[in-house]
């Protein structure tokens, strides 16, 4: 119960893509808000993008729209982050957060019951 693994961070150069995954167990994933925040050392921890993972709806950073994607794969009670055009200031330790789905009404205010451990994502200028 509530148990996120991420996977899938890396380094790339400015211009790149990389995809994160956040794999969950089948009784958090169902009907949840998933979530990806990133946090920059010596910044504070950010909003990326969000799904209802029971009616797919999905939300945005304006920093990050047009650029990534979030999205689920039901049969694995997975979320993806793919993350095109990559920035240095994309650089941070990217975590995948879930609960409710309520949650998504006010999903870039980070108040999610569970969090995962993070993968980190580096941008090479």
């Known amino acids: 119960q509530g148990q996120l693994a991420e996977s899938g961070g890396g380094s790339v150069q400015a211009g790149g893509s990389l995809r994160v995954s956040c794999a969950a167990s089948?009784?958090?994933?169902?009907?949840?808000?998933m979530a990806w925040f990133r946090q920059a050392p010596g910044k504070e921890r950010e909003g990326v993008a969000a799904?209802?993972?029971?009616?797919?709806?999905?939300y945005y950073a304006d920093s990050v729209k047009g650029r990534f994607t979030i999205s689920q794969d039901n049969a694995k009670n997975t979320v993806y982050l793919q993350m095109n055009s990559l920035k240095p200031e994309d650089t941070a330790m990217y975590y995948c957060?879930?609960?409710?789905?309520?949650?998504?009404?006010?999903?870039?205010?980070?108040?999610?019951?569970?969090w995962g451990q993070g993968t980190q994502v580096t941008v090479s200028s």
């Open positions: 957060a879930a609960d409710f789905a309520f949650r998504c009404g006010r999903w870039y205010s980070g108040h999610f019951a569970y």
């Open positions: 089948r009784y958090t994933y169902s009907s949840a808000c």
């Open positions: 799904i209802s993972t029971g009616g797919g709806s999905t």
